[in-house]
């Protein structure tokens, strides 16, 4: 089983990486950070979390800026932007729920199995959104301490 193969578009990791480059963003200090940027900050790659920030920002819950001061910045408000939405919009597909449908063979047993296990996914899929839907990037971000890291100030602002 090929666990980064996912029924979404994404694998579960960008959520991941959405949720905290979002909460970073939402900070009022914060009027752009380019990609590079977040992303040394997350230890993550830059390449991979501009592809995450551009999902982002064509569903309307970041923004982008070009030029010398350019980088992404929060088009909504971070009080209304739940983690649902972040979750749906980058259409992240469960590799359990996978795995689980993966386990079923061709046989008659196995694909009454499978027809049981949609279900499941179905109700176990409907279940987790209910639960990111109340909460939200703003109570996500109260939530840490943003802005230091061992006792040090660290500058994401410009």
């Known amino acids: 089983m090929n666990p980064e193969k996912c ?11 959405a ?21 040394n900050y997350l230890q993550s ?7 995450i920030l551009a999902v982002l920002a064509r569903e ?5 800026r070009e030029g010398r001061d350019g980088g ?3 088009k909504r408000d971070p009080k209304t932007v739940t983690l649902a939405e972040v979750y749906s919009a980058l259409q992240v597909g469960d590799p359990l729920c996978y795995g689980i449908k993966e386990t079923t063979g061709s046989h008659p047993f196995g694909q009454e199995m499978k027809a049981a296990f949609q279900e499941l996914t179905q109700e176990m899929n409907q279940s987790l959104k209910e639960v990111l839907s109340r909460y939200t990037i703003a109570e996500l971000a109260e939530r840490t301490a943003i802005g230091t890291a061992e006792g040090k100030a660290i500058d994401i602002s410009r």
């Open 19 to 39: 949720l905290q480059a979002l909460v970073i963003l939402s900070k009022e200090q914060i009027h752009t950070c380019p990609s590079a940027e977040l992303a």
């Open 60 to 64: 309307g819950i970041l923004e982008t």
């Open 7 to 17: 029924t979404g578009n994404h694998h579960p990791k960008w959520f991941g990486l």
């Open 45 to 51: 790659e830059a390449t991979l979390l501009r592809r």
């Open 72 to 74: 992404y910045r929060m």
